[in-house]
């Protein structure tokens, strides 16, 4: 078990570019979250996958973003087009589906730098 | 409306005094989840605990103890001698049993430092 694994760390980029940022979940687990943190803030809930399918997406998510998870492994986030507001971590978290509102488990994040 | 208050941003205290970070939390769920996480410098979110609503019980792990009052809807953390180590962000968040993603709804954080 090697946690949860997220790349890159941190990316800068130029407004109006894309960006893409993937994770790779602990491998027994089915559940697969993305959230959001900005500075003094807690993380806030993007979207969630159980195995392959997206089942719940927040209103944060703009339709600048998209997120897969196309085997149920590995999810990627695509922001496109970025502003800089969208200069923030982003963490991903993964859960089994073993008992109800089990713990997630985190990433180190990849911090955005749009500038 | 679910949501979770962490009054204060930050404290700071100095090694081995105790201190208590508040939460307070909203819901209109009878089947909910408490949990607290902690945040160091390097950015990764460690689990710290997990409670369900009906368990009402104190709960303490070696320095780390939390006190859970469904009365005043408050799920409070205590650090016992606290230590350098401890230096970080720590945040309660709170996940409801509807069924689908389960996700969580943490508050803003507190901000500890502990000085030598």
């Known amino acids: 078990d090697t946690g949860v694994s997220q790349d890159p760390r941190h990316k800068i980029t130029k407004r109006g570019q894309n960006v893409t940022f993937r994770c790779d979940p602990i491998s027994e687990h089915n559940r697969l979250y993305w959230y959001r943190q900005t500075l003094g803030q807690g993380p806030e809930f993007l979207t969630y996958?159980?195995?392959?399918?997206?089942?719940?997406k927040s209103r944060l998510l703009s339709d600048r973003f998209s997120a897969e998870r196309p085997k149920g492994s590995f999810s990627t986030l695509e922001i496109q087009r970025t502003e800089q507001g969208d200069s923030a971590m982003y963490l991903c978290?993964?859960?089994?589906?073993?008992?109800?509102?089990?713990?997630?488990?985190f990433g180190q994040g990849t911090r955005l730098t749009v500038v | 409306a679910q949501k979770v208050t962490q009054a204060q941003t930050e404290i700071s205290v100095v090694e081995k005094e105790d201190v208590t970070l508040d939460c307070v939390y909203e819901t209109r769920d009878t089947t909910y989840y408490l949990f607290w996480y902690k945040q160091p410098p390097s950015g990764e979110l460690v689990f710290l605990i997990r409670r369900n609503s009906f368990d009402e019980q104190n709960e303490i792990s070696g320095r780390y103890s939390w006190n859970f009052q469904k009365s005043t809807s408050s799920f409070n953390f205590t650090i016992t001698a606290s230590q350098v180590v401890d230096s970080a962000v720590y945040f309660c968040?709170?996940?409801?049993?509807?069924?689908?993603?389960?996700?969580?709804?943490f508050g803003k954080g507190t901000k500890l430092t502990v000085n030598p």
């Open positions: 996958f159980q195995n392959e399918a997206q089942l719940e």
């Open positions: 978290a993964s859960s089994p589906r073993t008992e109800k509102n089990t713990e997630a488990f």
């Open positions: 968040a709170l996940s409801f049993s509807q069924g689908g993603s389960e996700k969580l709804v």
